[in-house]
């Protein structure tokens, strides 16, 4: 079976401080990887998404970035923590552009 | 451009009786369309998707929805409610051949009450 775990659970950091999130896959090769953002209290909105090593596309500019460095890992960063960055990170993956499965999220403070 | 809309910000039921979660869409072709659920700080599970074929689909915990194309709607149901069941409830639609983007609605919280 596969799972999906992500890194940390939660994170209190400052403005203007680095961030560095982080998703593994085990027990599917290749899949698409997502990143997903939830503000508090609010829907999701998809940020990342990549289907192979290396290339990641964005769909939303919110002064972060992703990276595929392997083929099961999927990293969220950004050097410059804003306070609109605070919410509810999700990392979640598909076998094939159909269903979309997600961790458990990493919720953000920026303080 | 496509949109999820869940007309139903905050829905309050009693344990036992039913329910009925709206979700409509916005799409030129039929979508593919999903449910999922949110507990308390955590992650989202899926609970059903519908991509063709039958208009009922079931899924996990006794839920179903219903796709209509006509009303471009794709409403979640259960006979039953537990009060397990409090949560909040997001629709989703991606479009077939894409990239596997999901489009959610604003959300719908459930509050059973015992």
């Known amino acids: 079976a596969q799972t999906i775990h992500q890194w940390p659970v939660a994170e209190i950091k400052a403005v203007g401080s680095p961030l560095s999130l982080g998703c593994t896959i085990k027990?599917?090769?290749?899949?698409?990887l997502y990143w997903y953002w939830q503000a508090t209290g609010g829907t999701l909105q998809q940020l990342f998404y990549?289907?192979?090593?290396?290339?990641v596309e964005s769909v939303v500019q919110l002064n972060l970035s992703a990276s595929r460095p392997k083929d099961d890992q999927f990293i969220l960063s950004t050097e410059k923590l804003l306070l609109s960055h605070s919410g509810f990170y999700l990392c979640?993956?598909?076998?094939?552009?159909?269903?979309?499965?997600f961790g458990k999220g990493t919720r953000l403070t920026v303080v | 451009a496509q949109s999820v809309t869940q007309p139903d910000a905050r829905v309050t039921v009693s344990e036992g009786a039913s329910l009925q979660l709206r979700c409509k869409y916005s799409?030129?072709?039929?979508?593919?369309l999903f449910w999922y659920v949110q507990y308390p700080r955590q992650g989202l599970q899926l609970l059903l998707k519908?991509?063709?074929?039958?208009?009922v689909v079931q899924g996990v915990n006794s839920f179903e929805a219903e796709f209509s194309k006509s009303n471009s709607s794709f409403h979640l149901q259960k006979a039953s409610v537990h009060w397990s069941d409090s949560a909040v409830y997001f629709c989703?639609?991606?479009?077939?051949?894409?990239?596997?983007?999901?489009?959610f609605g604003l959300g719908t919280t459930l509050q059973v009450q015992p």
């Open positions: 519908y991509y063709s074929g039958d208009p």
């Open positions: 799409y030129s072709a039929t979508p593919y």
């Open positions: 979640a993956w598909s076998p094939d552009n159909t269903e979309v499965f």
């Open positions: 027990g599917k090769s290749s899949p698409n």
């Open positions: 990549s289907i192979t090593v290396g290339q």
């Open positions: 989703a639609l991606s479009i077939p051949g894409n990239t596997g983007k999901l489009i």
